[in-house]
């Protein structure tokens, strides 16, 4: 079982917009302003979307936006892309752990 | 660019052991923490354990007191020792380089197998 919460799976058609929730507890996403999301595609290396909650990586597009209120976070991508099609993870610092932890993973389909 | 590059797996028996890799360049290995996550197949990420860059290492409950993470960093080098191998550590392991408490690079993985 997982630290954090995810939806398994959402979709998409392209040029639509979806949001992705990641839920947790007080001692990881809500205590800590240190929320990462990852986009892997299929037998590839996880590649990092967005850190502190809501900063993008030099490269990323700003298609790709992230928020977080209380306990949970979310993941937005606007203007769907063929490519955008992949798993994305959400991580967060747990203080519990003095580490880090993942959601489930969810399975972004884009119609 | 930074670069990491993982070694080391293969196929093991439970119960045993096996020590895994990371060949680092591009950035200043001394100065950023590291952390390993493995990934089975099909399943989502799991992290395993990360090491500072004073050597304060941090494990997850599942793998505390099997696995010892350590670097050199003479060599630029992570490692993982793994002991007491279990089929549920199969997975792919990656190595990262972190960027406040947000992994900004990783490896492309190796493969660890445990069966008999």
């Known amino acids: 079982q997982s630290a954090l919460t995810q939806p398994a799976s959402v979709s998409g058609s392209p040029g639509q917009s979806i949001t992705i929730s990641c839920t947790g507890t007080?001692?990881?996403?809500?205590?800590?302003?240190?929320v990462s999301w990852y986009q892997q595609h299929p037998g590839k290396a996880p590649k990092l979307m967005i850190y502190?909650?809501?900063n993008r990586p030099s490269g990323v597009s700003n298609r790709f936006s992230g928020s977080k209120s209380g306990t949970s976070a979310s993941l937005a991508i606007t203007g769907l892309q063929a490519e955008d099609e992949a798993d994305y993870y959400c991580q967060s610092y747990d203080s519990s752990l003095s580490g880090v932890v993942f959601g489930g993973g969810t399975k972004l389909t884009v119609l | 660019e930074v670069q990491l590059v993982e070694s080391g797996g293969g196929l093991v028996q439970p119960g045993g052991s096996l020590r895994l890799s990371c060949a680092a360049s591009g950035f200043t290995f001394s100065s950023y923490d590291m952390h390993w996550v493995r990934q089975a197949t099909g399943k989502g990420l799991e992290w395993v354990s990360a090491?500072?860059?004073?050597?304060?290492?941090y494990y997850p409950g599942s793998v505390k007191g099997r696995f010892t993470i350590s670097r050199e960093n003479a060599k630029n080098s992570l490692y993982l020792q793994m002991n007491s191998l279990r089929a549920e550590d199969t997975a792919v392991y990656y190595c990262a380089r972190e960027g406040d408490l947000s992994l900004r690079d990783w490896g492309q993985g190796t493969l660890v197998t445990v069966s008999s």
């Open positions: 502190d909650v809501s």
């Open positions: 007080s001692s990881d996403v809500g205590g800590y302003n240190y």
């Open positions: 090491i500072g860059t004073a050597g304060d290492t």
